[in-house]
């Protein structure tokens, strides 16, 4: 069982920056692609940056130059470093991680969220 667990949520002021991280566990194989998602309570769950198993990265439209997604294969971990943060940035950030296992075969797991709130 493969398990994704992110940190690095807070409070911060409009402008500022913040850096998430998630980490996936288990007996993992390799990782295939990384994704961070959004979720506004009441809205629908917004992607927020991509980073395929060959290192391209795809943003959505309301981050794009604003945010950086990175990651380290041999950590199975992605990063998501947000600067000029703005209030409609606020939202839970989920994590998302493919790959493969040696007991399983292929998974696709979300971490539980970590919230962020950007103060005007």
């Known amino acids: 069982q493969v398990q994704v667990v992110e940190s690095g949520g807070g409070l911060v002021q409009s402008g500022g920056s913040l850096r998430l991280s998630c980490t996936a566990s288990?007996?993992?194989?390799?990782?295939?692609?990384m994704a961070w998602h959004r979720q506004v309570q009441g809205k629908q769950r917004e992607l927020v940056a991509t980073?395929?198993?060959?290192?391209?990265?795809n943003y959505g439209d309301s981050v794009n130059g604003r945010f950086t997604i990175s990651r380290d294969l041999g950590k199975n971990s992605v990063y998501l470093q947000m600067n000029s943060l703005k209030p409609e940035d606020t939202a839970v950030y989920f994590c998302?991680?493919?790959?493969?296992?040696?007991?399983?075969?292929?998974?696709?797991?979300w971490g539980q969220g970590t919230q962020v709130n950007v103060s005007a």
């Open positions: 980073i395929s198993i060959h290192g391209n990265t």
């Open positions: 998302n991680i493919r790959g493969w296992t040696a007991s399983v075969g292929t998974f696709d797991t």
């Open positions: 288990g007996q993992i194989l390799k990782v295939d692609a």
